[in-house]
Antibody
Framework: QITLKESGPTLVKPSQTLTLTCTFSGFSLTTGGMSVGWIRQPPGKALEWLALIYWDDSEHYSPSLKTRLTITKDTSKNQVVLTMTNMDPVDTATYYC????????WGQGILVTVSS | QSVLTQPPSASGTPGQRVTISCSGSSSNIGRNTVSWYQQLPGMAPKLLIYNDNQRPSGVPDRFSASKSGTSASLAISGLQSEDEADYYCAPWDDSLNGPLFGEGTKLTVL
């Protein structure tokens, strides 16, 4: 059974750095071709892809957010971590992690509010 | 910047067939496979279609999809009330070097 779950703060202040952890089970990020990504969804708006990390440590970032994002993995813990710097109220959203290809399995999401 | 255009809304009555379109470009739909996601209210998205027209195990065959050129479409036949949700298309985009989500279509079952 494949599961993913996001964890981290639900409230951050403007200019702070957000660190989210995706803890998964049922698959391994050491398997060739495997990857995990982060996607966010502002309230009432569409999905937006943020970042991907692959089994071979290659990383892909949304160009519009590339300077603010870092994605890493810890295969021993089955975790993928996303950091986003300089948070702003417009970054308020539900953040999801999902296994990729095709984002076939998703976490439940975590609502992160950016407010002073 | 690449954009995938979907109609903001669609509707149908129970039993009807509805289609949702997704218009892209040569950097995404025209060159890569498309996946579709269903997002029920308050829930995480769920994979509905992958590789343009393949259904994961457990997805009813009422859901089908196709692609032609730089456009794709999702069809839902025998519409049911539980199909009321938001639907997103998402191919890989070569310019983005990542997956690109469509604007989303809110399906209402009247």
């Amino acid at each position: 059974q494949i599961t993913l779950k996001e964890s981290g703060p639900t409230l951050v202040k403007p200019s702070q750095t957000l660190t989210l952890t995706c803890t998964f089970s049922g698959f391994s990020l050491t398997t060739g071709g495997m990857s995990v990504g982060w996607i966010r969804q502002p309230p009432g708006k569409a999905l937006e892809w943020l970042a991907l990390i692959y089994w071979d440590d290659s990383e892909h970032y949304s160009p519009s957010l590339k300077t603010r994002l870092t994605i890493t993995k810890d295969t021993s813990k089955n975790q993928v971590v996303l950091t986003m710097t300089n948070m702003d109220p417009v970054d308020t959203a539900t953040y999801y992690c999902a296994r990729y290809d095709y984002f076939d399995y998703w976490g439940q999401g975590i609502l992160v509010t950016v407010s002073s | 910047q690449s954009v995938l255009t979907q109609p903001p809304s669609a509707s149908g009555t129970p039993g009807q067939r509805v289609t949702i379109s997704c218009s892209g470009s040569s950097s995404n739909i025209g060159r890569n496979t498309v996946s579709w996601y269903q997002q029920l209210p308050g829930m995480a998205p769920k994979l509905l279609i992958y590789n343009d027209n393949q259904r994961p195990s457990g997805v009813p065959d009422r859901f089908s999809a196709s692609k032609s050129g730089t456009s794709a479409s999702l069809a839902i036949s025998g519409l049911q009330s539980e199909d009321e949700a938001d639907y997103y298309c998402a191919p890989w985009d070569d310019s983005l070097n990542g997956p690109l989500f469509g604007e989303g279509t809110k399906l209402t079952v009247l």
